[in-house]
């Protein structure tokens, strides 16, 4: 745009003279690559059949190497939100669609309730109980749960197809997509979040991010209404699936912004973003959790922008074509500029005026990155939104972040509006995955990709049989003029013409050297995969002294304990971690659980956990909890337990009760966190300690009680007594404790002192003074 | 002027020793008085004791705080500012003392014996006394400590935690300052800047429209963040940090966590790798002469084994358990 202030030619050929040699370039290779294609699909059907084949291998690659959990343990959900996204697949399957769209769940947040079809992404649930359907009618009898275990690793295979093509809008050699397929199959970045089992959002919607951008780009290139309406749909689709899908509506804009600043404004990005954004809006809108969001919340604005700036840009170029006069151009670039910049104004007035909301908690951490550790503890409490250490990045990409740079390099020699496209995305990509751990996820689609096309063009390079003759190159090269004045746009290192390889020696030691390479990325997937993402966390392996497998299950013993020995609707306590297990595995209802909606509520069980039990009984009467639940590692060294994540509990109690609870009262004065005789007295009275180690000293001699995640020797005091609550259940191995809260007190007694009496510890009599006898006298 | 009969008596007062006795309301006004010169109040072991002594009828708040450089008390020095803020503010807002708050500031240099008496191994602390007669009296005497755990505070909310031990009396807000020289100086900035773009603009031109600066640009903030930069700007990570040995050890223990130098080996551990990539598959097939060529091929090709090998390495140091290796960093 800025460019073309001093430029005159219409719209239509961009602007710069640069520029438009580069899309003659651009034309002419997309051109030659479509007939070699067209080529290759006529003549040379082999070629065909084979991709097709490589394809279905990479498809099985990549479906297989999520299956290691179903071959360890067994077909079993894993995790703690895929529970809740179980229990909500099987309400759908069994009650139907309508059903389920207005389903209230009394069962969640008990007194309060969740209107759980209105708060939920519809889309995993709905295709799982297509695809449970369409096999049912196929006569294939099919378990609703196995369908949900292997729901990922299915969508997966799909997911590298996606790649697949929207690596071959990059580039013209055909093996970059087939690299790009295989990468995406099994990288760890994104074996993380599908492996059989793990029945989250993100299975489905990641194949759902790389096939919208496919499509996308497809509809760019084409300036395709039929291309942008798909386009439209599939971002619909991942819309009702997963909450990340603010990041395409967040990245179409930008790229499109890009696009205009760089002078490359065309009918064709108007065609394709306009009926992406209308269409895809809309659709949309039809999720009731997504409802007004779309014309009301910041994320959203910049697509919102963005269209009304193409509309104005449009009518510009109408008018420029209609009335060709310099001053005047030079008018209506000026007013387009002012025009954004006011709207843009207007835009945060309107915000700050409340008109709009202003960006969501986590959305606005992205950016702020200090925000959420002062303002929403319950953001920063979860693991998978800590900033990303560079070990994490090796460990879930491996020779992939090496190869990134190199293809974003190679984006630019070309940079069509595609490459664009890839270079914005990745750079935007790795930024937030930098801030936030589990935004990897995002970021590994485009690295393939980009990787792929680095490789793909030292392969092309190195694997070619036909070596140039040295002596026609030197000759012919300084009088080579022509080459010089096209590639002038491009980089540096492309300014000379193309060669080749000569040797066949250099060709064998690259080839050879990146085929050791890639396969060690495979041995270094399948390892990863096997050792840190294969595990359901719901059961636990450990290695006996003789090597052999031993499978600890406390979570699932403790959970049917509870179907099996409570009442129906016995509401449990604990802490969030563990709601959506205890409804899914236990089918009884809790206080919190991982949709953390209610600050308030998670923060009244925080201090229902922190604070002295005479504190604690009332809040846990007035919600009517019968039992409490705790997770204790202290005897397995199971370093995920409550003492460990007890902090986080203080610190949001304390966000809303700062009187009552403190987090300073629960470090020593030497500011330690300890669990040991040296433990604070508010910490040694508060409810969480008190049941994690009630009765933990008889297993041991006296005096030898140890806690062994904190590595500490605990008092020998007899352990801590607990008077308003009982112990119901532990686990074998101690990882879940259930306390069963009491009833109030039959004679009216405090329970401190009735239970004192049962212990048999008499109370002491307040002997009245009554004074000197004294002699009555008549 | 009614601060004029406090000030008054205030000095009367001040020439008589703290050993003399005063009684409450007499003591409030002295400092009271001070504070409207000069908020918040700063205080000595001696006039902290007289400050807090058992009966009174107003609310101290005390910053124990250790600004001396001496000390590195990063804290202390990020947060006095705003306490001054917060303090100065209020007293402007608050002229008839209403709210009979008190605001103090006790460096470590000046009162060692507070410290010793309130055990404090950290500062900042922050007491609030709250009042002992009066209507507002609270049940007990010991102050209230508020702990800088959260790291610093900004003067709005240190604000609203006094206002919470404050009910019932006037809560005047803190009022920043308008920055005027800041504002000067954005206004030049801007119209400067914008006036430097429309003179130089045919020379900003080609820059902008080189594609060179910009791939240069995206390919270092694309290293900067997967090499976990902004990891260091979010948890602060020192540079290098000393080991048990008395040495200095640049890579951290363990895989969640980095330090600053080991992010920029890996950024250029992963840069060079990517430009060996890039000369591989763009530089050398345009090199003309042969012999040049297989040259470059094996040093590239000798460079990206040498280097991943050492970014294995250097991985296998974070994650122990990791089997995989190249020569030559076994």
Known sequence: ?778 | MRWLPALLSASLFAAGSFAAKKSSEERFAEFHAKQTSHAPVKLTDVSFKSLTTAPRDYSVAVILTALDARYGCQLCREFQPEWELLSKSWVKGDKSAESRLVFGSLDFGDGRETFMGFGLQTAPVLFFFPPTAGPHAAASPEPIRYDFTNGPVPAEMMHSWLVRHLDGRPHPPVKRPVDYLKWAVSFTMITGSLTGVYVLWPYVVPVIQNRNVWAAFTLIAILLFTSGHMFNQIRKVPYVANNPRGGVSYFAAGFQNQYGMETQVVAALYGILSFAAISLAVKVPRIADPRSQVITVWAWSGIILVVYSFLLSVFRVKNAGYPFYLPPFM
């Open chain 1, 1 to 778: 745009m800025d460019q073309s202030v001093n430029d005159s030619e219409p719209l239509q050929q961009p602007a710069p003279p640069r520029g438009s040699t580069n899309h003659q370039i651009t034309a002419i290779m997309s051109a030659d690559s479509l007939e070699r294609l067209a080529v290759a699909g006529k003549g040379d059907s082999t070629r065909t059949l084979l991709r097709v084949i490589i394809l279905l291998l990479i498809a099985g690659a990549a479906i297989s190497s999520r299956l290691f959990s179903v071959i360890r343990f067994e077909s079993i959900i894993h995790e703690f939100d895929p529970w809740f996204n179980f229990r909500a697949t099987k309400y759908l399957v069994a009650n139907g669609f309508y059903k389920f769209w207005d389903w209230f769940d009394d069962r969640t947040w008990h007194p309060l309730g969740r209107v759980t079809g209105g708060t939920l992404y519809p889309g995993l649930m709905v295709t799982s109980g297509v695809i449970y359907h369409a096999l049912r009618a196929l006569s294939i009898p099919v378990d609703i749960r196995n369908v949900c275990v292997l729901l990922a690793p299915a969508f997966s295979g799909l997911t590298a197809y996606a790649a697949y093509l929207l690596t071959n809008e990059m580039t013209p050699s055909s093996s970059a997509g087939l690299l790009a397929a295989i990468f995406m199959g099994i990288a760890p970045g994104y074996i993380s979040r599908s492996v059989a089992g793990s029945y989250d959002n993100e299975a489905i919607a990641i194949f759902l991010l790389v096939f919208t951008f496919y499509l996308w780009i497809k509809a760019l290139k084409l300036g395709s209404m039929l291309w942008g309406a798909l386009c439209a749909l599939f971002y619909g689709y991942m819309v009702a699936s997963w909450g990340g899908y603010a990041f395409i509506t967040c990245l179409l804009p930008l790229h499109a912004f890009v696009l205009i600043c760089m002078g490359r404004y065309s009918t064709r990005l108007y065609v394709s973003y306009t009926s992406w954004y209308a269409l895809g809006t809309l659709a949309s809108m039809q999720i009731p959790f997504v409802g007004f969001l779309p014309v009301k919340t910041s994320e959203h604005m910049p697509a919102l922008g963005i269209f009304g700036f193409l509309q104005l840009l449009a009518f510009l170029d109408y008018v420029r074509s209609a009335i060709p006069s310099r001053q005047f151009q030079t008018f209506l670039w000026v007013f387009a500029g002012s025009v954004f910049g006011i709207g843009l104004t207007g835009l945060v007035i309107a915000t700050s005026a409340g008109y709009i909301a202003p960006w969501g908690g986590r959305f606005y951490s992205l950016w702020d990155t200090g925000y959420a550790k002062i303002h929403i503890p319950i953001i920063a409490s979860v693991s998978e939104h800590q900033p990303t250490a560079w070990p994490a990045f090796f460990f879930d990409l491996n020779m992939l972040i090496w190869l990134l740079p190199a293809g974003i390099y190679l984006c630019y020699q070309k940079l069509a509006d595609e490459h664009v496209f890839v270079i914005v995305y990745a750079l935007f990509g790795s930024y937030f995955a930098g801030v936030m751990v589990r935004l990897m996820l995002t970021l590994t689609p485009v690295v393939c990709v980009a990787a792929a096309i680095a490789l793909s063009t030292i392969l092309d390079t190195y694997l070619k049989a036909k070596s140039p003759i040295p002596e026609e190159h030197l000759v012919e090269e300084p009088t080579d003029g022509t080459s010089k004045k096209v590639s002038k746009p491009g980089l540096r290192a492309s300014s000379k013409p193309y060669i080749g390889i000569y040797a066949t020696f250099s060709k064998v030691t690259v080839a050879g050297a990146m085929t050791a390479y890639l396969l060690m990325f495979v041995a270094h997937c399948t390892w990863v995969t096997s050792n840190a993402y294969s595990s359901p966390s719901v059961v636990l392996a450990s290695r006996m002294p003789d090597g052999s497998q031993h499978i600890i299950d406390d979570y699932r013993e403790a959970y049917q304990w509870l179907r099996q020995n409570t009442k129906d609707d016995a509401k449990i306590m604990s802490w969030w971690d563990y709601g959506y297990q205890i409804g899914g595995m236990a089918d009884r209802p809790t206080l919190v659980d991982n949709n953390t909606w209610n600050n308030t509520h998670i923060a009244t069980v925080g201090k229902a956990m922190a604070s002295r039990e005479e504190v604690s009984y009332p809040i846990m009467r007035q919600h009517e909890v019968d039992y409490i639940l705790v997770v204790f590692g202290g005897l397995l060294g199971y370093s995920g337990d409550d003492i460990n994540k007890f902090l986080w509990m203080v610190r949001i109690a304390e966000g809303i009760w700062p009187d009552e609870v403190k987090e300073r009262e629960f470090f020593t004065p030497r500011g330690e966190y300890r669990v040991d005789a040296g433990a604070t007295d508010t910490m040694k009275n508060s409810l969480m300690y008190k049941m994690s180690y009630h009765n933990y000293n008889n297993l041991f001699p006296p005096g030898q009680a140890q806690d062994r995640v904190r590595g500490v020797r605990l008092p020998d005091d007899g352990g801590p007594v607990l008077n308003s609550i009982e112990e119901a259940f532990t686990s074998e191995n101690w990882i879940i404790r259930i306390y069963k809260v009491k009833d109030l007190d039959n004679l009216g007694r405090d329970h401190a002192s009735a239970s004192a009496f049962e212990r048999g510890q008499k109370k002491k009599k307040v002997i009245k003074k009554k004074g000197p006898r004294v002699l009555r006298v008549d």
